[in-house]
């Protein structure tokens, strides 16, 4: 398994800023993701972010709105632009790990917008 | 695309029932379905993976079955205890419409309240 670790736990930000998420994971790991979960909702996948190469979003995700940074193989950051009251949800980062892809989850980050 | 349900949305047992929650998924094709544990305001727990290949996986209390043809999966929680209050998430891994082996499709969940 892996121990993922997120900053910051919650945050409330005003309309037109931005906030970057950071996520850490104790071991080195290929394969990280990105998700949201709206109030009441189950989670929807925003993108995979690979080390060593552009992250690849869903579709209704695009890159201006979330950037993603992968600088090693333990480290991403998730950066939420511009943000509108409809930005208000937890975000969460994964990892997968060996051969199965099983997943693992950060706690999360609740973001309020205001 | 691959849809996933689960039923019930919402479960109110009395402690030491056994109950089963469910999992229904679209595309059988999938290639592993994992069950997940969601605290409140918390981020999500895995309990148990099972690998499109696999009948059945036990984890202590906890017993989760596939069906791939049927396009089923079951969560069975035996003696449960009100530590078992959450909410239950089950995902299925790719599929082809899932997308690759490593996406996950997410039901809704399940929140599941143990009353002492």
């Known amino acids: 398994s892996a121990v993922i670790s997120q900053k910051p736990s919650r945050d409330i930000c005003q309309r037109g800023t931005s906030l970057t998420i950071q996520c850490q994971v104790d071991s080195q790991v290929t394969m990280m993701f990105w998700y949201r979960q709206q109030p009441g909702q189950s989670l929807t996948l925003i993108a995979t972010?690979?080390?060593?190469?552009?992250?690849?979003?869903e579709s209704g995700f695009v890159i201006d709105k979330f950037p993603i940074s992968r600088p090693n193989l333990t480290f991403s950051t998730l950066t939420v632009s511009n943000m509108s009251p409809e930005d208000s949800s937890i975000y969460l980062c994964?990892?997968?790990?060996?051969?199965?892809?099983?997943?693992?989850f950060g706690p999360g980050t609740r973001l309020t917008v205001t | 695309k691959q849809e996933v349900t689960q039923i019930p949305a919402a479960l109110s047992v009395p402690e030491g029932e056994n109950l089963v929650l469910n999992c229904s998924f679209t595309d059988s094709a999938i290639y592993n379905l994992q069950w997940f544990r969601q605290d409140p305001g918390k981020g999500l727990t895995s309990l148990l993976l099972?690998?499109?290949?696999?009948r059945e996986q036990t984890s202590g209390r906890l017993n989760a079955s596939l069906d791939k043809s049927s396009g089923r999966s079951t969560l069975y929680i035996a003696a449960s205890q009100p530590g078992d209050s959450a909410t239950y998430l089950c995902a299925a891994h790719g599929g082809y419409s899932g997308g690759s082996n490593y996406k996950l499709t997410f039901g809704k969940g399940t929140l599941l309240t143990v009353n002492p």
């Open positions: 099972i690998q499109s290949s696999q």
């Open positions: 972010a690979n080390q060593g190469s552009e992250a690849t979003y």
């Open positions: 994964s990892v997968s790990a060996g051969v199965v892809y099983e997943q693992y």
